[in-house]
Every structure is written in C-alpha cells, then in structure tokens.
C-alpha cells in the first residue's frame, strides 16, 4: 500500500489499463463523516458476486478456479500458457466475468487446453468441472456474448447473461406486458428490475433478489452495514433513504425501491452520499433486469458551484430547447447536480466506472419529484493526469490550433458536458400521455443516452453558458464538438475489434450523433474527412451549423422517445450506429498499435482503515492500493461467501 497519488497507472494488460484515484479532502471530513463513509463502503463492496454472477451464471465459479490455479501455482512463471492465464484471470475480474465490460464478447483463450485441464485438476476441480469450463473458455460459440442486441436473433436466449432461465424473447415481453397492464398507470414500478425470471416447466416465475431470496446471503451483508452506517447519517431525509433502502432489500418490492428514490432524490443537503443497488439495464437486451451497483462519494463544494448555476436555470434550459413544445416539462422539479469526489466504486462501476450519474430511472420520479445529477470529479481528474503525454492526441488531430484548444479547453469541456448530460440531458423533456417509457426494447439505451449528449452538445454551442459564467469563452463549444465528433468516428474505433460491429450503448450513441451529422452536413462541408500523409482525419469546419444539426437530430428522437416510435429509433439507431468502415477502421487501429497505449481504462479503490475503541470508531484512515492483484485477491477472499468451486 502506499499512501500518495504519484503512481496513477498499477496495471497494464490486454487493451486495458489499471488507474488509482485520489480522494482529495478526505482528511478534512469530520469522524461521523469518514465513519460513515467506511459502513457505506463496506456495503458497496459485498455487492461484488452478485453482478458478477448476473453476468453469467458460471462466473463465480470461474473465477474461484483460476484464482486458486494462480495462487498455488509452482510451476515457471514465466511459462507463456501460465502468464496467459493470468492475464486472462485479470481480465475476468476486471470484467466481472469472462465477457469484455464494454463489448460483451466472451474471451479468448490464449493458454492452452491441456495446460488449463492440468492445472484445474491440481487445483481441486473434478472431471466433470474440468470439461464444463474448457467448453466454456473454448468453444468460440458457446455462450459468445453477454448481451445480444441484434433483434433478428431470439435476444434472451442469445445472451449468456444471467437474467433469464428457460424462457424466450417472446415469453419475456408477454410476461412483463401482462404485468404492466395490471400495475399502476400512472406511477409504474420498473417491473423486473431486481429479478430472475425463469421458466420451471410450463410456469414462468420471478425469482426476487432480495434477503432470503436469490443474492440472500450477499444481501443480507449490505443490509448489515447499511444498519451500521444509519447513526452516522447527516440528516433526517438520508435517514428515511437508507431506512427505505434496507426494507427494499428485506421485502424485495419494488413501490418499497420507488419509495427509496423518491426520498433519495430529496436528499441535497447532506454531504455524503452514496447509490447502492439493482439500477442500470444495459445489460439485459429487453433493459428490464437491473445490474448491482454501489458508489459512495460526497461533494466538491468548489466544483459544485457550476452545477449549481445549471441546476438554478434548469427551467431556462428546458425552454429553449430545440424539441417540440409539446414534449418540453412546462414545469421543470427537483434537478439538482453536484460535483463529487467519489470515494469506493463497486458493483457495475468498479473496476471502470461512469463519469457521471442521473438517477432515479423511473420516469414518473423525474417528472414528481426531479433528479439528481453527479460529475465524478476525481475520476476526470486521474484519467486526464493519466493521459499527458501518451501522444494519441498529436496523433489524431489535424491542425495545431484544434490541438492548442483541446489541451486549454478539454478537461473543462468534458466535465461541463458530463454536467449538461447528467443535470439535464436525461431529466428534459417528457413522455406523451399513455407512453409507458419501455417501447423503444433495446435501442432504448442507445436513445437515451444520444438524447442526453444531444442536449448538452446543443448547449454547448450557446452563448448562454458563457454569460452564466460556467464557460469562460466559446472556445469550450471547439473543444467539444471537435472531441465528441471525433471520439464517435475515429476515436471510439480504438476500442473495437477488427471486424466488429459497435454493440455497447454509449458507442452507438456516439457513432449515431456524429455519423448522421456527417451526413447531414456534407452539402455544406460541416464535417469532413480529411488525408495527410496517407492518415485520415475528422475535422469540424462549421460549428454553429454543427449546433443546428444536433438540435434538429435532438427534436426527432425526444419525440421518438415521447411517442415510443420503436421504428424511427430502431432505424436511426440501425442506420447509423451500428456499422464500422472496415477500412477506416484498420487505419486507424493500425496508427494507434504504434502508440503502444490502453484504450480502457479502469480503477482500484482506495481502502479505508477504522480504528475502535470498542465498539465506536475513533478514527478512520485511508490507503492507497498500487497492486491490482492484490485488491482483487483481497477482495474475493474478505467479500465472497459463495467463492469456491
């Protein structure tokens, strides 16, 4: 352990790269306050299994295998098939599973077979566990991907996640249908949101997540110190949050979890805070089934300052955008944002993490209640400290003076459109009487999220956000529009797989904008595709007609989502984010091999270290993790009750 933040990057292996954040500000935090955060912690770390069992229902058991392949190895550690293997174990863990985070696809196996069977049967496996997992690890076709979004396939039965059993695309949708048509209009619970369903014989049942449900024993845990963090809450309000937290886990209901967010989203006022829970569905083709996820932050009050002003003229912001009137909030409630300092990531944040979050997702919420918003501040901060001097810029921008802007302008840009996205983007607009919010299947993802980015580059592009004093010239709108045009056709390339099509939500959202604003835009030259030595570049020469082109593209998808136009979205989405050129893309992965760089990234937490004196903690102190192996070890054996084969 170490005690500083000197040493950003602990790992490096495949196409991915291990970062440490720092937790600026910690030491000033009052006892309650560190106290606090360390019960909120500890409650964020016992979610681990729980995704990376959702993930796949093998996972764990994969994952115990090989960790206890590597730990009782005496072989040569220098042996390709042995460093191969591990490798392989760090991308599991980093992945919560044996899909890639980001694409879904399974990994590939570079250790041998025989190599594997030795080894697992040394380590304990039986036989018949043996040829289970060499079926698993090897056979390129068996359960290949995690979420398959491709709706000429059966979707369910496609994806190897563990959200389903027995069922298929169409029984999935004629269960929930059914369900919906006999909940609450007005007020709807996201109905599958913390279940399995499964098929057991000729019924189909939900299997709740929930303490003496499936995830029991894990949940049991997180219950165990959210009790423990209740005296240390700031106020009354975060109080009745956790409390309603708690009885949603012991009940599994989901008006409980309603319950939980409404009182969560009133919470501005405390200091720390924290998400914990069955939220984000992109990782069920249908974007019913939550994933677990936790984060534990608390404010950048100097940061904050900017989202404040946001926040204040939410209403002027939904005025004026290019939408529809019809589909515009005449009364925007309860949009708060801040900037944080995140503090632990778990679950589906941990180890790559967002670098910001609107919650609640439920829609009725949003419109009664509001949402709140975060930029991870610490999180832009490491990964931008981690990127000087790597030289992909200079690689890929075409003129000095766009560079010069990028290097000035860029962080800034970045965490203000992450503030836009977050704070207003997901919040704006509404549905169309009747519209439910699940028409759009799964496009769904990928229309929300080009909404929101939509919405913050438009605002972006107005002089508005310099008069508010959160931009301090329009050079902010350049440095973004030339990122976020570049990052969704050339940048984001970097990520794939020769031959790959773009599957994740946010890829497709990014190829989508900038690709149909390319479009779009090439009678009048907005964009264009510029050669220099035989490279390719992007290059933006008009911006304000760029801001008109993601205004109007912005009016036909909130009113895609207003409406539920399953077919709009899906031809916009299909049409535009999808696809890759084959021959842009080798150029361009071709120039960024020579860069010897990582494209993902993803983090260690921090630990925290309580000191008691009996049962009351007297002090808490934080450390620094600089091995990757380490954490992850320490974590499956003081956080895993089910880690054995």
Not at 308 to 320: C, G, M, P
Request: hydrophobic fraction near 35%.
């Amino acid at each position: 352990m170490i005690t500083d933040n000197t040493k950003w990057q602990v790992d490096r292996f495949d196409d991915i790269k291990v970062l440490q954040f720092k937790v600026p500000n910690f030491a000033e935090l009052s006892l309650s306050q560190k106290s606090l955060i360390y019960y909120l912690s500890q409650a964020s770390l016992w979610g681990r299994d729980i995704l990376a069992d959702q993930n796949f229902k093998y996972n764990l058991q994969i994952r115990a295998l090989l960790e206890k392949i590597v730990t009782i190895y005496i072989g040569d550690k220098e042996l390709e098939d042995f460093v191969e293997l591990e490798k392989y174990l760090k991308k599991v863990w980093f992945a919560n599973g044996i899909h890639h985070h980001y694409s879904g696809d399974k990994f590939k196996a570079a250790f041998s077979a025989t190599f594997f069977k030795e080894q697992a049967l040394a380590a304990g496996a039986t036989s018949e566990e043996v040829d289970m997992f060499c079926s698993i690890i090897f056979i390129s076709d068996l359960y290949s991907t995690r979420c398959n979004h491709n709706d000429k396939d059966d979707m369910i039965v496609s994806s190897a996640n563990n959200y389903y059993s027995g069922v298929t695309q169409a029984e999935v949708e004629e269960f929930y249908r059914d369900m919906a048509s006999k909940g609450d209009k007005v007020r709807p619970v996201s109905y599958g949101l913390n279940s399995r369903l499964v098929k057991d014989g000729s019924e189909i049942k939900e299997l709740t997540y929930k303490v003496g449900g499936l995830y029991g024993s894990e949940i049991e845990k997180i219950v165990y110190y959210l009790k423990k963090a209740l005296p240390f809450c700031e106020c009354e309000l975060q109080c009745s949050s956790v409390e309603a937290l708690i009885e949603y886990y012991i009940s599994g209901d989901l008006q409980t979890f309603d319950k939980y967010s409404t009182l969560w989203v009133q919470d501005v006022e405390s200091h720390i805070d924290f998400i914990n829970g069955f939220i984000e569905v992109y990782g069920d083709p249908l974007g019913y089934k939550g994933s677990w996820e936790a984060s534990v932050n608390f404010k950048d009050i100097e940061a904050t300052k900017r989202t404040d002003i946001i926040s204040r003229n939410a209403q002027w912001f939904e005025d004026n955008s290019p939408i529809d009137d019809i589909y515009k909030k005449s009364e925007v409630k309860g949009v708060t944002a801040k900037v944080i300092i995140v503090a632990t990531i778990a679950g589906d944040c941990y180890p790559a993490t967002p670098i910001g979050i609107n919650l609640p997702n439920s829609d009725w919420i949003r419109k009664e209640h509001g949402s709140k918003s975060v930029t991870i501040q610490n999180i832009t901060a490491a990964y931008n400290a981690a990127s000087l001097g790597s030289g992909f810029a200079e690689e890929f921008t075409f003129s000095k003076e766009s560079l010069d802007i990028a290097k000035e302008y860029g962080l800034l840009a970045g965490d203000l459109h992450t503030d836009l996205h977050e704070c207003l983007g997901h919040g704006s607009g509404q549905l169309a009487e009747g519209v439910v919010g699940d028409e759009l299947k799964n496009h769904g993802s990928t229309l929300e999220e080009a909404r929101a980015d939509l919405f913050a580059l438009y605002y972006m592009g107005d002089e508005k956000i310099v008069e508010l004093g959160i931009a301090p010239n329009m050079n902010i709108m350049r440095a973004a529009y030339d990122n976020f045009i570049f990052n969704g056709l050339i940048g984001q390339l970097t990520r794939i797989e020769r031959g790959k099509t773009l599957v994740e939500a946010h890829m497709r959202d990014r190829q989508l904008i900038a690709a149909w604003c390319y479009e779009k835009g090439k009678d009048s030259n907005v964009i264009s595709f510029e050669k220099r030595d035989g490279n390719s570049y992007v290059v933006v020469n008009d911006y304000l007609k760029l801001k008109e082109l993601f205004g109007e593209l912005l009016c036909e998808i909130q009113r895609i989502k207003s409406t539920g136009d399953f077919e709009a979205g899906k031809a916009l989405v299909e049409n535009y984010g999808v696809q890759i050129d084959n021959i842009l893309h080798a150029e361009v992965l071709n120039r960024y091999a020579k860069l010897n760089l990582a494209p993902y990234s993803g983090f260690v937490n921090p630990r925290y270290i309580p000191t008691f004196d009996g049962e009351n903690i007297v002090s808490v102190d934080i450390e620094y993790c600089n091995n990757y192996s380490e954490q992850m070890f320490y974590y499956s054996a003081n956080y895993s009750i089910n880690n054995n084969i």
